[in-house]
């Protein structure tokens, strides 16, 4: 059974974090000098009808050739890519193993127990450990981060990034992407973030993804299937548009003040109500004691106007709009385009990029 690639990666390396959504390919690359980061290239490009499913990837060629535009269009210069999947995807499990087993030793202690964790055939999953530290109920035990995911959906990560290219570096879930990106908004959280339970959303195309973060690391996570696409299709349905069409004219704003005044305050009630619901099961299913008290609104859905004040309110928590690019240094090439209002998009593509750092 090959690791590599694996779903996680240890070395620093050249990497540029390759957000592969439903709607678009975002793409980020990021320098590091000291503890500043600098922005060196970022961009996107729309996913093809039918390149992807609900299960991810569905034409391995048409999402490797929109990555490939997606590169050229930034100008990343990177060969290396850190792409992720989704947590449904994915199976993370923190097990607790014996301290003094050296790192090849652990491996084939996981592999060999690891059918009592994952639901799969263990020759068709691709398995990954990271030891997270000493355990709390044994000083002869350590915390290891075990996760396995299905070989096929790594293949075809591997085979459209290969087709733009690049090599699969990084083979992130989602959720882990999406805490990496909080390390670069540190700034937009009360007392940046520190001893604070606060939550970040993804609000995409087809999905939504919610993560509660405490002290920066994550306690609870969230995936939905609701996104832009709800709100695309009721302007298709009330003005008799095709997709295409909706899709401009919602981003363009060029609809009557009854789409504003009734189609978007829906979504955006649906959207909040969404969160509440998320926030709820978070408070009912976790020990965690701690009280969520502040939301960061990221993915394309942030973009909308006003929609932070509108989630605000429903909610009665503070809301702020994700801004993973905007606080960092940049390079000439990553000026162009208008990133305060497009950045929000980034959020998933930035924090993927971020594992060109790991320690
Ligand atoms: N300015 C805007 N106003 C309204 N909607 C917008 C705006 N900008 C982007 N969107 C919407 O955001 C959605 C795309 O968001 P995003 O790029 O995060 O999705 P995705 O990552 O491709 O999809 P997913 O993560 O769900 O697979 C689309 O529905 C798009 O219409
Ligand atoms: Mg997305």
Do not use: W
């Not at 690639?5 to 390919?25: A, K, N, W």
């Not at 790594?154 to 959720?175: F, W």
């Not at 604070?196 to 995409?204: E, H, L, N, P, Q």
């Amino acid at each position: 059974m090959a690791l590599l690639p694996s779903i996680f990666g240890s070395e620093q390396r050249d990497l540029v974090g390759i957000d592969i959504s439903s709607g678009s390919v975002k793409v980020v690359e990021l320098s590091k000098t000291g503890a500043r980061y600098r922005l060196e290239a970022y961009g996107s490009e729309r996913m093809p009808p039918g390149a992807m499913s609900d299960q991810g990837i569905a034409d391995v060629e048409a999402v490797g050739q929109a990555i490939a535009r997606a590169l050229r269009k930034a100008g990343c210069k990177q060969k290396g890519a850190a792409v992720s999947v989704t947590a449904a995807n994915a199976i993370t499990k923190i097990i607790e193993m014996s301290a003094d087993l050296g790192d090849d030793e652990m491996e084939q202690q996981i592999k060999f127990e690891a059918d009592q964790y994952i639901p799969h055939p263990i020759e068709e999953v691709n398995l990954d450990f990271q030891i997270l530290g000493p355990s709390e109920r044994s000083d002869e035990m350590v915390r290891v981060l075990l996760a396995a995911c299905k070989s096929d959906t790594i293949d075809m990560l591997a085979g459209a990034v290969g087709i733009a290219g690049l090599k699969p570096s990084v083979v992130d879930v989602d959720t882990y992407a999406l805490e990496n990106a909080c390390e670069l908004m540190a700034a937009q959280l009360p007392d940046n973030g520190l001893d604070r339970t606060f939550a970040v959303v993804d609000i995409g195309e087809r999905s939504s993804k919610l993560s509660v973060i405490h002290n920066m690391e994550t306690v609870y996570t969230r995936d939905q299937a609701f996104g832009g696409h709800q709100l695309t299709e009721d302007i298709m349905r009330h003005y008799g548009m095709q997709a295409e069409e909706a899709e401009r004219v919602k981003i363009s704003g060029e609809l009557p003040n009854e789409y504003r005044n009734e189609l978007l305050p829906n979504f955006m009630n649906d959207l909040a109500q969404q969160i509440s619901r998320s926030l709820q099961l978070f408070y009912s299913s976790s020990t965690h004691q701690g009280q969520v008290d502040h939301i960061l609104l990221g993915g394309g859905c942030a973009c909308i106007e006003g929609i932070e004040a509108s989630v605000q309110q429903e909610l009665d928590i503070a809301t702020s709009i994700a801004r993973p690019l905007s606080g960092l240094g940049r390079s000439l090439k990553a000026r162009r385009g208008n990133i305060e209002r497009e950045e929000p998009a980034y959020l998933m593509a930035a924090g993927l990029a971020m594992r060109a750092f790991d320690s």
